[in-house]
């Protein structure tokens, strides 16, 4: 139980980050300053905060035209979503 207590302390702080790193960008965007790197974003996104950013992207209008960075994205989320389901499957003794 305490696993997975701090799991979600984690998760909501690096989406909570996430965000807001993703959100700095678009308005440095706004403002032609200068840019968070895809890498950052992306590694964000693979510590956890790809669901803030996916809601993100369409909630601001940033980043939705970009590619390979939306597919990378999703292809992060995707793979986030397969490790939670097999580690809860395996915890339960469904594998």
Request: charged share 20%; with cysteine.
């Amino acid at each position: 139980m305490a696993f997975w207590l701090a799991l979600c302390g984690f998760l909501l702080a690096v989406n909570l980050a996430g965000g807001l790193v993703f959100v700095a960008d678009k308005r440095a965007a706004v403002a032609d300053r200068r840019r968070v790197p895809e890498r950052m974003l992306l590694t964000l996104a693979a510590l956890g905060a790809s669901p803030a950013m996916i809601f993100l992207t369409s909630r601001i209008r940033h980043k939705t035209r970009k590619e390979p960075f939306r597919t990378l994205l999703r292809a992060i989320l995707g793979v986030q979503i397969v490790a939670i389901a097999v580690y809860g499957a395996n915890a339960i003794g469904l594998i």
